[in-house]
């Protein structure tokens, strides 16, 4: 791997924050510790830090050179409430709480490219390090969107990278276009008249309803969708009545659903709602239904996507990047900034052996944490190429 001696020479102090941010995980919008930390190392490096955007959001800048082009790169912090199984030295010192997202991994690794940029400044332009509180379907992305980002920091492009469970280490992968679905969140609630069980003609069921509403969703993506195309519409929760012998009088069904459009999201929409209320007239009900997008899809621009594989390419050599990664049906918040900027997201290998993400037995491969450092800082050399040094 063709690393900067300089990230390798500090590699202990990249394990060393990974494994104290794991030890101390924090849920969305919570993340105080997490940021102050960010805050003090990005300050240490010479960086001008802004914190508190989007609530605990942190972003260092950087400047070299006369350049105005500027370019974001981004990591999340938050945890996720699950209770962490494995028994290492590193692991969660708060119950219920653990980083099984590897966004400990993520923020040391920008951390990483900012010590480096910082020490040896080989570009010319703007550098701003998003440090993103709450990706976890909180809505951090939008957070910092909303109170001012890309107004208080303009970025002409804006890159994101994941770790990759099941992919090797040393690898990466990428694709132009989409990557990750969008992901919405529906409730849908049957609205109907109780009672006894043993007399159910005195009834309008909701539950006879919602069970025909959760089979004709089905559908949707079979049949609404063109067969190239894909989508996902899982009802995952069913809530009805208290008592064997009761009729309730509501139901309400409940699940997520994911496209790689915003426009294969609206047919999910339309879709539910038509079907939903159509079964619910043929039943003498009323029904509501709430659908909401949690996630935009993860839609990489060309431009980008290429130049982030190209700087992967220099360290690992073309054969360890796929440059045309197949979909992956979850969700990512770093695709509501990828729809206000052009940049692209990648995938760096976690271990063909480590355990997936959102599980509690699930920790950061620490021998990767300079290899991200290297690509973040690969990335703004390439697009901010400091031309006086030729």
Same mark, same amino acid.
């Given at each position: 791997?063709?690393?900067?001696?300089?990230?390798?020479?500090?590699?202990?102090?990249?394990?060393?924050?990974?494994?104290?941010?794991?030890?101390?995980? #924090?849920?969305?919008?919570?993340?105080?510790?997490?940021?102050?930390?960010?805050? #003090? !190392?990005?300050?240490?490096?010479?960086?001008?830090?802004?914190?508190?955007?989007?609530?605990?959001?942190?972003?260092?800048?950087?400047?070299?050179? !006369?350049?105005?082009?500027?370019?974001?790169?981004?990591?999340?912090?938050?945890?996720?409430?699950?209770?962490?199984?494995?028994?290492?030295?590193?692991?969660?010192?708060?119950?219920?709480?653990?980083?099984?997202?590897?966004?400990?991994?993520?923020?040391?690794?920008?951390?990483?490219?900012?010590?480096?940029?910082?020490?040896?400044?080989?570009?010319?332009?703007?550098?701003?390090?998003?440090?993103?509180?709450?990706?976890?379907?909180?809505?951090?992305?939008?957070?910092?969107?909303?109170?001012?980002?890309?107004?208080?920091?303009?970025?002409?492009?804006?890159?994101?990278?994941?770790?990759?469970?099941?992919?090797?280490?040393?690898? =990466?992968?990428?694709?132009?276009?989409?990557?990750?679905?969008?992901?919405?969140?529906?409730?849908?609630?049957?609205?109907?008249?109780?009672?006894?069980?043993?007399?159910?003609?005195?009834?309008?069921?909701?539950?006879?309803?919602?069970?025909?509403?959760?089979?004709?969703?089905?559908?949707?993506?079979?049949?609404?969708?063109?067969?190239?195309?894909?989508?996902?519409?899982?009802?995952?929760? =069913?809530?009805?009545?208290?008592?064997?012998?009761?009729?309730?009088?509501?139901?309400?069904?409940?699940?997520? /659903?994911?496209? =790689? &459009?915003?426009? &294969?999201?609206?047919?999910?929409?339309?879709?539910? !709602?038509?079907?939903?209320?159509?079964?619910?007239?043929?039943?003498?009900?009323?029904?509501?239904?709430?659908?909401?997008?949690?996630?935009?899809?993860?839609?990489?621009?060309?431009? #980008?996507?290429?130049?982030?594989?190209?700087?992967?390419?220099?360290?690992?050599?073309?054969?360890?990047?796929?440059?045309?990664?197949?979909?992956?049906?979850?969700?990512?918040?770093?695709?509501?900034?990828?729809?206000?900027?052009?940049? /692209?997201?990648?995938?760096?290998?976690?271990?063909?052996?480590?355990?997936?993400?959102?599980?509690?037995?699930?920790?950061?491969?620490?021998?990767?944490?300079?290899?991200?450092?290297?690509?973040?800082?690969?990335?703004?050399?390439?697009?901010?190429?400091?031309?006086?040094?030729?």
């Amino acid at each position: 791997m063709n690393i900067p001696k300089e990230i390798q020479d500090f590699t202990n102090d990249l394990i060393e924050w990974r494994q104290d941010i794991h030890r101390n995980p #924090e849920i969305g919008f919570k993340e105080s510790r997490t940021s102050k930390f960010v805050a #003090e !190392q990005l300050e240490s490096f010479g960086c001008e830090v802004h914190t508190g955007i989007g609530g605990t959001g942190v972003v260092g800048v950087l400047r070299h050179g !006369q350049g105005n082009r500027s370019i974001g790169l981004r990591a999340d912090m938050d945890a996720l409430p699950i209770q962490e199984e494995n028994t290492f030295d590193h692991c969660s010192s708060h119950d219920g709480v653990m980083h099984a997202c590897g966004h400990d991994g993520h923020t040391t690794m920008l951390l990483g490219a900012a010590r480096y940029l910082a020490k040896k400044p080989q570009f010319d332009g703007i550098v701003n390090f998003i440090f993103q509180p709450a990706e976890e379907g909180l809505g951090g992305a939008l957070a910092m969107i909303d109170d001012g980002l890309f107004d208080q920091f303009p970025c002409d492009s804006i890159y994101g990278m994941h770790n990759w469970p099941s992919m090797p280490t040393g690898q =990466f992968g990428i694709t132009t276009g989409p990557l990750l679905a969008g992901g919405a969140l529906f409730d849908i609630t049957v609205h109907g008249q109780g009672a006894h069980g043993a007399f159910p003609h005195d009834s309008r069921d909701p539950v006879l309803t919602a069970s025909e509403i959760v089979v004709s969703l089905q559908q949707i993506v079979a049949r609404r969708f063109n067969p190239l195309e894909a989508g996902v519409v899982s009802v995952t929760m =069913f809530k009805a009545g208290d008592a064997y012998n009761v009729i309730p009088k509501t139901a309400v069904i409940g699940g997520t /659903a994911r496209a =790689f &459009s915003r426009e &294969s999201l609206t047919i999910i929409e339309e879709e539910m !709602q038509r079907i939903s209320k159509g079964i619910a007239e043929a039943h003498n009900v009323t029904v509501d239904v709430d659908f909401r997008v949690t996630f935009a899809p993860t839609v990489n621009a060309e431009r #980008e996507a290429g130049m982030i594989a190209d700087a992967a390419s220099e360290l690992v050599g073309e054969i360890n990047v796929e440059r045309n990664h197949y979909l992956i049906s979850g969700s990512e918040d770093f695709s509501f900034m990828l729809e206000n900027r052009p940049g /692209a997201f990648i995938l760096i290998g976690n271990g063909k052996d480590a355990s997936p993400v959102h599980t509690p037995s699930y920790d950061f491969n620490d021998k990767i944490l300079p290899l991200g450092s290297a690509l973040f800082a690969r990335v703004i050399e390439r697009e901010l190429h400091d031309h006086r040094a030729n």
